[in-house]
Each structure stands twice: as C-alpha cells, then as structure tokens.
Nanobody
Framework: QVQLVESGGGLVQPGGSLRLSCAAS????????MGWYRQAPGKQRDLVAT???????NYADSVKGRFTISRDDAKNTMYLQMNSLKPEDTAVYYC??????????????WGQGTQVTVFS
C-alpha cells in the first residue's frame, strides 16, 4: 500500500506564507511526476503546480512568481512554498503522485487534502 499525507495547511493573513508538505510512504520503487491541486468550495479541482522526476516544474498562471514546488526524492516528499498569499488562494490543497510500487505498474495516488485559508 502507498499513502500520501499532506501537512502544513492553516490560517494566514493576506501577504503571508505557508509551506505545504506531501510525504509518500509504503513499498515505493519510484515516483515520477508529482503535483499540487486545489479545490475551493463549489468549484472544480484545479492544477496548481507540477514537478517531474527530473525537476521540471509547471505552474498555473495564478500562482506563478508566488508559489514554488520542489521535491526531495531521498525523503519521498514534495513541497509547495506559498508566498504573498491572497484570499483567492483559499482552498483544500491536494497532492498527487505517479508511483511505481515493487512488482506493480505505475498508479496515480492522491492525498487526503489540507485546508489553506487566507483571511483578512
């Protein structure tokens, strides 16, 4: 079994910062692409940022220049540094990873989500 566990969400004022973490555990052989998504109340889940196994990153236009995605493969962990937060960043943030388990083909896993609330 594989689990993705997010942490680091919380309440922050506009202009503040948060750092989200997503830790993968279980019988993992390798992790390919990883990503962060978010879902605000009443809206669809949207892409925030992705990072490949080689470190190539991609960001939604709404977070470019403010958010930074990174990963530490030695720890099977991905991060999202969020700076200059805005009220419109309020959402549940989910991590996603393409994981190959020993003796199994690649599968996509999701974390349970962590709430980020930006309020005045």
């Amino acid at each position: 079994q594989v689990q993705l566990v997010e942490s680091g969400g919380g309440l922050v004022q506009p202009g503040g910062s948060l750092r989200l973490s997503c830790a993968a555990s279980g019988s993992i052989f390798s992790i390919n692409d990883m990503g962060w998504y978010r879902q605000a109340p009443g809206k669809q889940r949207d892409l925030v940022a992705t990072i490949t196994s080689r470190g190539t990153t991609n960001y939604a236009d709404s977070v470019k220049g403010r958010f930074t995605i990174s990963r530490d493969d030695a720890k099977n962990t991905m991060y999202l540094q969020m700076n200059s937060l805005k009220p419109e960043d309020t959402a549940v943030y989910y991590c996603n990873a393409e994981i190959i388990r020993f003796y199994y083909p690649q599968e996509v896993y999701w974390g349970q989500g962590t709430q980020v609330t930006v309020f005045s």
